[in-house]
Protein backbone atom coordinates (compact mmCIF):
# COMPACT_ATOMS: atom_id res chain seq x y z
CA UNK A 1 0.00 0.00 0.00
CA UNK A 2 1.16 3.91 -0.41
CA UNK A 3 -0.23 6.60 1.87
CA UNK A 4 0.19 10.05 2.16
CA UNK A 5 -0.42 13.06 4.67
CA UNK A 6 -0.30 16.27 4.08
CA UNK A 7 -1.43 19.66 4.94
CA UNK A 8 -3.00 22.36 3.04
CA UNK A 9 -3.31 25.71 4.37
CA UNK A 10 -6.53 27.96 2.69
CA UNK A 11 -6.31 31.60 1.99
CA UNK A 12 -8.31 32.99 4.99
CA UNK A 13 -11.80 32.58 4.80
CA UNK A 14 -11.99 29.98 2.23
CA UNK A 15 -11.24 26.53 3.51
CA UNK A 16 -14.59 25.53 3.92
CA UNK A 17 -14.97 26.00 -0.22
CA UNK A 18 -11.53 24.18 -0.78
CA UNK A 19 -12.75 21.13 1.21
CA UNK A 20 -16.02 21.32 -0.51
CA UNK A 21 -14.36 20.95 -3.55
CA UNK A 22 -12.19 18.06 -2.27
CA UNK A 23 -14.37 16.04 -1.33
CA UNK A 24 -16.80 16.60 -4.09
CA UNK A 25 -13.51 15.86 -6.84
CA UNK A 26 -12.35 12.77 -5.05
CA UNK A 27 -14.85 10.47 -4.43
CA UNK A 28 -14.82 7.90 -7.42
CA UNK A 29 -10.89 6.71 -7.48
CA UNK A 30 -9.24 3.58 -8.36
CA UNK A 31 -7.30 2.04 -5.86
CA UNK A 32 -7.82 5.00 -3.81
CA UNK A 33 -8.50 2.79 -0.11
CA UNK A 34 -8.73 5.89 2.03
CA UNK A 35 -9.58 9.87 1.28
CA UNK A 36 -10.34 11.98 4.40
CA UNK A 37 -10.39 15.32 4.44
CA UNK A 38 -10.08 16.94 7.94
CA UNK A 39 -9.85 20.76 9.03
CA UNK A 40 -7.13 21.23 11.08
CA UNK A 41 -8.85 21.63 14.77
CA UNK A 42 -6.49 25.15 16.12
CA UNK A 43 -5.50 26.64 12.56
CA UNK A 44 -8.80 28.01 11.31
CA UNK A 45 -6.84 27.92 7.67
CA UNK A 46 -5.23 24.35 7.76
CA UNK A 47 -6.73 21.31 6.18
CA UNK A 48 -5.21 17.69 6.57
CA UNK A 49 -5.61 15.10 3.90
CA UNK A 50 -4.74 11.57 4.80
CA UNK A 51 -4.91 8.83 1.64
CA UNK A 52 -3.99 5.44 1.45
CA UNK A 53 -3.89 3.55 -2.53
CA UNK A 54 -3.15 -0.10 -3.44
CA UNK A 55 -0.14 1.45 -5.30
CA UNK A 56 1.71 4.58 -5.60
CA UNK A 57 1.04 4.15 -9.49
CA UNK A 58 -2.99 4.26 -8.48
CA UNK A 59 -2.08 7.67 -6.66
CA UNK A 60 -0.47 8.90 -10.23
CA UNK A 61 -3.17 7.86 -12.10
CA UNK A 62 -5.83 9.32 -10.17
CA UNK A 63 -4.22 13.06 -10.84
CA UNK A 64 -5.38 12.35 -14.26
CA UNK A 65 -9.08 11.82 -13.50
CA UNK A 66 -11.09 14.17 -14.78
CA UNK A 67 -13.20 15.09 -11.51
CA UNK A 68 -9.71 15.06 -10.00
CA UNK A 69 -8.70 17.35 -12.94
CA UNK A 70 -11.79 19.51 -12.30
CA UNK A 71 -10.78 19.59 -8.44
CA UNK A 72 -7.53 20.87 -8.49
CA UNK A 73 -8.35 24.00 -11.55
CA UNK A 74 -11.29 24.93 -9.00
CA UNK A 75 -9.31 24.71 -5.50
CA UNK A 76 -5.64 26.08 -6.47
CA UNK A 77 -6.76 29.83 -6.20
CA UNK A 78 -7.52 28.75 -2.82
CA UNK A 79 -4.75 27.36 -1.39
CA UNK A 80 -2.00 29.23 -0.14
CA UNK A 81 0.58 26.38 0.79
CA UNK A 82 1.28 22.95 0.81
CA UNK A 83 3.38 21.38 4.32
CA UNK A 84 4.13 18.67 6.52
CA UNK A 85 4.31 16.21 3.51
CA UNK A 86 4.48 12.23 4.42
CA UNK A 87 4.72 9.48 2.22
CA UNK A 88 3.92 6.00 4.48
CA UNK A 89 3.87 2.70 3.57
CA UNK A 90 0.18 1.63 4.79
CA UNK A 91 0.01 -1.72 7.06
CA UNK A 92 -3.41 -2.16 8.19
CA UNK A 93 -5.99 -1.17 10.65
CA UNK A 94 -9.80 -0.23 10.53
CA UNK A 95 -11.05 1.83 7.66
CA UNK A 96 -9.91 0.82 4.87
CA UNK A 97 -12.16 0.25 1.84
CA UNK A 98 -12.02 -2.28 -1.01
CA UNK A 99 -10.00 -0.25 -3.40
CA UNK A 100 -12.98 -1.56 -6.38
CA UNK A 101 -14.08 0.41 -8.01
CA UNK B 1 -16.01 13.69 14.02
CA UNK B 2 -13.03 13.77 16.26
CA UNK B 3 -9.21 13.20 14.18
CA UNK B 4 -6.06 12.47 15.33
CA UNK B 5 -2.61 12.25 13.62
CA UNK B 6 0.82 11.36 15.02
CA UNK B 7 4.07 9.91 14.99
CA UNK B 8 5.55 7.16 17.20
CA UNK B 9 9.22 6.41 16.97
CA UNK B 10 10.25 2.61 17.96
CA UNK B 11 12.88 1.60 19.71
CA UNK B 12 15.84 0.62 17.18
CA UNK B 13 14.62 -2.36 15.59
CA UNK B 14 11.27 -2.93 17.42
CA UNK B 15 9.25 -0.93 14.41
CA UNK B 16 7.43 -4.34 13.26
CA UNK B 17 6.53 -5.80 16.49
CA UNK B 18 5.33 -2.00 17.74
CA UNK B 19 3.21 -1.52 14.43
CA UNK B 20 1.77 -5.25 15.32
CA UNK B 21 0.72 -4.62 18.69
CA UNK B 22 -1.41 -1.92 17.88
CA UNK B 23 -3.27 -3.34 14.93
CA UNK B 24 -3.62 -6.46 17.20
CA UNK B 25 -5.36 -4.22 20.03
CA UNK B 26 -7.18 -1.65 18.14
CA UNK B 27 -9.14 -4.14 16.03
CA UNK B 28 -12.68 -3.36 17.86
CA UNK B 29 -13.48 -0.23 19.24
CA UNK B 30 -16.48 1.60 19.21
CA UNK B 31 -17.09 4.85 17.47
CA UNK B 32 -13.55 4.09 15.97
CA UNK B 33 -13.87 4.95 12.03
CA UNK B 34 -10.98 4.71 11.19
CA UNK B 35 -7.36 3.95 13.06
CA UNK B 36 -4.64 3.27 10.36
CA UNK B 37 -0.81 2.24 11.21
CA UNK B 38 1.80 2.70 8.18
CA UNK B 39 5.26 3.56 8.34
CA UNK B 40 7.38 5.85 7.71
CA UNK B 41 8.59 5.90 3.95
CA UNK B 42 12.16 7.02 5.19
CA UNK B 43 12.81 6.77 8.77
CA UNK B 44 12.79 2.61 9.33
CA UNK B 45 11.98 3.78 13.02
CA UNK B 46 8.74 5.61 12.38
CA UNK B 47 5.29 4.71 12.38
CA UNK B 48 2.39 7.18 11.47
CA UNK B 49 -1.50 6.94 13.14
CA UNK B 50 -4.47 8.61 11.65
CA UNK B 51 -7.84 8.39 13.80
CA UNK B 52 -11.06 8.94 13.22
CA UNK B 53 -13.74 9.15 15.72
CA UNK B 54 -17.23 9.72 16.04
CA UNK B 55 -16.68 12.02 19.18
CA UNK B 56 -13.78 12.56 21.21
CA UNK B 57 -15.11 11.16 24.21
CA UNK B 58 -15.15 7.81 22.23
CA UNK B 59 -11.70 8.48 21.63
CA UNK B 60 -11.11 8.64 25.35
CA UNK B 61 -13.26 5.89 26.48
CA UNK B 62 -10.91 3.43 24.26
CA UNK B 63 -8.50 4.21 26.15
CA UNK B 64 -9.94 2.04 29.13
CA UNK B 65 -10.60 -1.33 26.85
CA UNK B 66 -9.02 -4.08 28.04
CA UNK B 67 -7.53 -5.22 24.50
CA UNK B 68 -6.31 -1.36 24.39
CA UNK B 69 -4.87 -1.62 27.96
CA UNK B 70 -3.27 -4.56 26.95
CA UNK B 71 -1.23 -3.46 24.02
CA UNK B 72 -0.42 0.13 25.77
CA UNK B 73 1.39 -2.06 28.08
CA UNK B 74 2.78 -4.39 25.28
CA UNK B 75 4.03 -1.63 23.07
CA UNK B 76 5.14 1.08 25.73
CA UNK B 77 8.54 -0.56 25.82
CA UNK B 78 9.09 -0.59 22.17
CA UNK B 79 8.02 3.31 21.70
CA UNK B 80 10.84 5.88 22.08
CA UNK B 81 8.79 9.36 21.33
CA UNK B 82 5.98 10.68 20.32
CA UNK B 83 5.54 13.61 17.81
CA UNK B 84 3.68 15.50 15.10
CA UNK B 85 0.65 15.23 16.97
CA UNK B 86 -2.47 16.65 15.38
CA UNK B 87 -5.85 16.87 16.40
CA UNK B 88 -8.45 17.54 13.22
CA UNK B 89 -11.76 17.64 13.06
CA UNK B 90 -12.79 15.19 9.90
CA UNK B 91 -15.04 16.60 7.16
CA UNK B 92 -15.52 13.43 5.19
CA UNK B 93 -13.99 11.17 2.20
CA UNK B 94 -13.58 7.64 1.64
CA UNK B 95 -12.62 4.94 4.14
CA UNK B 96 -15.13 5.49 7.29
CA UNK B 97 -16.79 2.67 9.05
CA UNK B 98 -19.99 2.83 10.09
CA UNK B 99 -18.91 3.08 13.91
CA UNK B 100 -20.95 0.78 15.17
CA UNK B 101 -18.84 -1.87 17.38
Known sequence: MYG???MMTAT????D??????????????GCLSYL???DATDPDAL?????????????????LPAVQA????GRPLIRAFSNRVETVPLG??????GAS
Do not use: C, F, Y
Open 4 to 6: LIG
Open 12 to 15: PGDR
Open 17 to 30: ALAAILLEGTGDMA
Open 37 to 39: VAN
Open 48 to 64: WITEVWDTASSHQASLA
Open 71 to 74: AIAK
Open 93 to 98: GTGLTS
